[in-house]
């Protein structure tokens, strides 16, 4: 299951950036295309983070949806497969999103 591996990376990046601090939440965009499982990474994330600054953090998953550029008639839209053909029939798609895996943000709690 890598998205125990996923969670652990994505704690230790919010511990580094916290500094001490407590981490109130983390949100991650994961891409369509990724191979991450969001529920999966949910109930990694909340085990891998007990006993560290981020137990008790809200784990802010936001979805990337496909979306690809046909690179014969340079089409733009947007995808739910990566089989996906463009609507002038061509197989050649550049992918624009839906593969992404980022920290997009760690939210701190206020100092006391």
């Known amino acids: 299951m890598h998205e125990l591996a996923i969670a652990q990376a ?27 499982l969001p529920e999966a990474l949910s109930f990694c994330f909340d085990l891998a983070a007990q006993g560290t600054l981020l137990d008790g ?7 990337i949806s496909g979306l690809a550029r046909c690179e014969s008639c340079a089409a733009e839209f947007d995808v739910s497969s990566e089989l996906a053909t463009c609507a002038c029939g061509a197989t050649c798609l550049v992918y624009l999103h839906g593969r992404e895996l980022n920290v997009k943000s760690i939210e701190l709690f206020e100092c006391d």
């Open 10 to 36: 994505a704690i230790e990046l919010a511990e580094q950036a916290a500094r001490g601090r407590r981490v109130r939440r983390v949100t991650i965009e994961v891409g369509e295309f990724s191979g991450v």
């Open 57 to 63: 953090a809200e784990l802010d998953l936001r979805k």
